[in-house]
């Protein structure tokens, strides 16, 4: 059903009759698209809400919870709910757009979505779709200073997480507060213009934590000082696609000091690391040690502190392009001739 433009334009005489929803007693599958600001959606929803409740045969349901009470009115009494194998793409809410932006970022279908836009402190009816949540979109949030507040067991099953624009939170998982590891079905993370975040991670890292993450992407995080904390890199043994973006407070990727012993074979499935617009950025890593192994791609702009790569004859031996301001690269610094010269065949310059 689309209800974009209910309440408008031609359709503003239009009514949606009572007791409709509920007669289609074997529907399996129901989703309501409508413009989530849309105030005559708002004077409809509950008792829609209460019609789909009592759909015993549903599957699989999308639509928009404009409030809290909705989205725990629904999960309370719907026989659906319960069923282990119902999917759902929630948005709870007001907020401009329905669309779920972390599922870009995956090449299958994911089956169960939570999107909570606006929301402030942690509700328990939140922490229960979580519990089912594959992946979760948590924008514009005022209350919760890390993704641990929302309860560290709901959300060990997510597979991709996004934050945006969320103004108190200030590392993603407190590792003092978690017993064992977490996040540890996480694929995709994207943090976007989270203005306190000041790590992803505090505290102790268990084994298994962040063990599947694949993509991470940082942009807009101004007191972002430190990736990899408390020896975190270790445990990323399949993130392939690294981007930093417009992190002003960043001044190594890699920092020895959080990372101490740090292996040669760290990061082993890393294909592309992007840096862009880090004012501050003087190095990727202190040394050459690491393999690089299978590093195929490197993007770098706006890096004007960064005058070196830490890249030898003996590593990076995949890497097959680089893509940076000529001038930028005319002015790195370099241990051997050959070295530059084995990597300028692999530059694009721009």
């Known amino acids: 059903m689309s209800l974009s433009n209910f309440g408008m334009g031609q359709s503003r005489g239009v009514e949606l009759r009572r007791n409709v929803l509920s007669k289609l007693s074997l529907l399996e599958e129901l989703r309501i698209d409508v413009d989530p600001n849309n105030q005559r959606w708002e004077e409809v929803v509950k008792a829609i809400i209460e019609e789909v409740a009592t759909l015993t045969h549903l599957t699989s349901l999308s639509i928009c919870f404009p409030s809290m009470d909705c989205l725990e009115f629904f999960i309370s009494t719907s026989p659906s709910w319960k069923d282990l194998y119902f999917t759902f793409q929630f948005s709870v809410g007001h907020h401009d757009s329905t669309k779920y932006q972390i599922l870009d970022y995956f090449e299958y279908q994911i089956r169960r979505c939570l999107k909570f836009v606006n929301g402030e402190g942690v509700h328990p009816a939140i922490s229960e779709v979580l519990a089912e949540t594959d992946a979760f979109e948590l924008i514009g949030h005022k209350g919760a200073k890390n993704l641990s507040d929302f309860d560290i067991k709901s959300i060990n099953k997510m597979r991709g997480c996004l934050i945006e624009g969320c103004s108190e939170i200030e590392t993603i998982v407190d590792g003092n507060r978690v017993q064992g590891s977490a996040l540890e079905g996480l694929e995709v993370m994207y943090i976007y213009n989270v203005p306190k975040l000041a790590s992803i991670w505090e505290g102790p890292v268990h084994t298994g934590s962040l063990g599947r993450l694949k993509n991470l992407t940082l ?105 940076v301001q000529r001038s930028w690269w005319n002015a790195l610094e370099w241990q051997q001739e050959a070295i530059e010269e084995r990597l300028r065949s692999i530059c694009s310059f721009n």
């Open 219 to 323: 942009c807009k995080c101004p007191s972002l000082k430190k990736i990899f904390s408390n020896n975190m890199i270790a445990q990323l043994p399949k993130l392939q696609d690294l981007k930093v973006e417009d992190c002003s407070g960043i001044e190594e990727v890699i920092m020895e000091s959080e990372n101490g012993g740090l292996e040669p074979d760290v990061l082993p499935s890393l294909k592309k690391l992007v840096l862009l617009d880090l004012p501050k950025l003087r190095s990727i890593c202190v040394n050459d040690l690491i393999k690089w192994s299978s590093l195929k791609k490197i993007v770098i702009s706006m890096c004007p502190l960064l005058t070196k790569l830490p890249f030898s004859n003996e590593n990076a031996i995949n890497l097959e392009c680089i893509e």
